[in-house]
C-alpha cells in the first residue's frame, strides 16, 4: 500500500471529522452494510412486507456512518503517525549512511598514510635498548606482546624528540653567547676607535709643539 503523500486538514464543517478516537476503536461496518442495504431495498421497494421501519434503518446508518468516520479518522492519523515516523527513520537513515560514508573516508586515509618518522635518521633498535634509561625500559609492555613495537617506537621517538630539546636549548645558549661577544668586540672596537682619534690628534699637537719649539731655537741671542 502507498502511503498518501499529503493529508489535508479535517474541514470545520464536517462534525464526523472532528470526533474524537475513543479508547476502544469499533469494529468494521462491513458485515452490517449489506443486511442494512438489502433492508433499505425492501423497505423502500415494499414497505408493507418490510419488519423493520426507516427510522430504524436511518439509526442503523447513522450508526454505521459514525463508525466507518471513527475509523476513518483513526485511519488518516495512524497513517499521519506513520509518515512521521518514516520521514523520521529516512532522516537518520541519511544521517548513518553520511556517517557510514565519512567513517569509510577516514578509514581509507588511515589506511594511506605514510607515517614520517619512518624517515627520521632515528638510532637502530639494539643501540636505543642499550642506551635508553632504564625507567623507559621498565614502562615498556613485555616484547612478547602485541603492542611492544608501537610502543618501542614511541619510547624512541620520544627519547629522539628530547634530545633535539636539549639540542635545541644548547643552541640557544651559543647564540646567546655569540651575540654577547660580538657585542663586547663592537664595544672594544668603539674604545679602540676613540683611543686612535685621541692619540691621532695627539701627535698632532706633539708635531706642532715640536716645531715650535724648534723655531724659538733658531733666534739667534741679543
Same mark, same amino acid.
Given at each position: 500500500?502507498?502511503l498518501?503523500?499529503?493529508i489535508?486538514?479535517?474541514?470545520p464543517?464536517?462534525?464526523?471529522l472532528?470526533?474524537?478516537?475513543?479508547?476502544?476503536?469499533?469494529?468494521?461496518?462491513l458485515p452490517?452494510?449489506?443486511p442494512?442495504?438489502?433492508a433499505?431495498v425492501t423497505?423502500?421497494?415494499?414497505?408493507?412486507?418490510?419488519?423493520?421501519?426507516?427510522?430504524?434503518?436511518?439509526t442503523h446508518m447513522?450508526?454505521?456512518?459514525?463508525h466507518?468516520? #471513527?475509523? *476513518?479518522?483513526?485511519?488518516?492519523?495512524g497513517s499521519?503517525?506513520? $509518515? =512521521?515516523?518514516?520521514? /523520521?527513520?529516512?532522516v &537518520?537513515?541519511?544521517?548513518?549512511?553520511?556517517?557510514?560514508e565519512?567513517?569509510?573516508?577516514?578509514?581509507?586515509?588511515c589506511?594511506?598514510?605514510?607515517p614520517?618518522y619512518k624517515d627520521?635518521?632515528?638510532?637502530?633498535?639494539?643501540?636505543f635498548?642499550?642506551?635508553?634509561?632504564?625507567?623507559?625500559?621498565?614502562?615498556?609492555?613485555?616484547p612478547?606482546d602485541?603492542?611492544?613495537?608501537?610502543?618501542l617506537t614511541?619510547?624512541r621517538?620520544?627519547q629522539?624528540?628530547?634530545?633535539? #630539546?636539549? *639540542?635545541?636549548?644548547?643552541?640557544?645558549?651559543?647564540?646567546?653567547d $655569540? =651575540?654577547?661577544v660580538? /657585542?663586547?668586540?663592537? &664595544?672594544i672596537?668603539?674604545?679602540?676607535d676613540a683611543?686612535d682619534?685621541?692619540?691621532t690628534?695627539f701627535?698632532?699637537?706633539?708635531?706642532?709643539?715640536a716645531?715650535?719649539?724648534?723655531d724659538?731655537?733658531?733666534?739667534p741671542l741679543?
Open positions: 500500500m502507498v498518501p503523500k499529503t489535508h486538514d479535517a474541514s464543517h464536517d462534525p464526523l472532528l470526533l474524537p478516537l475513543p479508547s476502544h476503536l469499533p469494529s468494521s461496518p452490517d452494510l449489506q442494512l442495504v438489502d433499505l423497505a423502500i421497494n415494499d414497505p408493507q412486507s418490510s419488519s423493520v421501519g426507516l427510522g430504524v434503518l436511518a447513522r450508526r454505521i456512518t459514525r466507518s468516520q #471513527i475509523l *476513518l479518522n483513526a485511519a488518516r492519523t499521519s503517525e506513520a $509518515r =512521521e515516523k518514516l520521514d /523520521k527513520g529516512d &537518520e537513515l541519511r544521517e548513518t549512511e553520511y556517517e557510514r565519512r567513517v569509510r573516508e577516514e578509514i581509507e586515509k589506511m594511506d598514510y605514510a614520517t627520521l635518521p632515528l638510532p637502530d633498535t639494539d643501540t635498548l642499550s642506551n635508553a634509561d632504564p625507567d623507559i625500559l621498565k614502562n615498556l609492555p613485555n612478547d602485541n603492542s611492544y613495537p608501537y610502543a614511541t619510547a621517538l620520544e629522539e624528540l628530547a634530545d633535539v #630539546i636539549k *639540542l635545541e636549548g644548547q643552541l640557544a645558549q651559543l647564540t646567546k $655569540r =651575540e654577547a660580538i /657585542k663586547a668586540k663592537k &664595544e672596537k668603539s674604545k679602540f683611543v682619534v685621541y692619540l690628534d701627535a698632532k699637537t706633539t708635531n706642532a709643539v716645531s715650535k719649539i724648534k724659538v731655537a733658531k733666534v741679543p
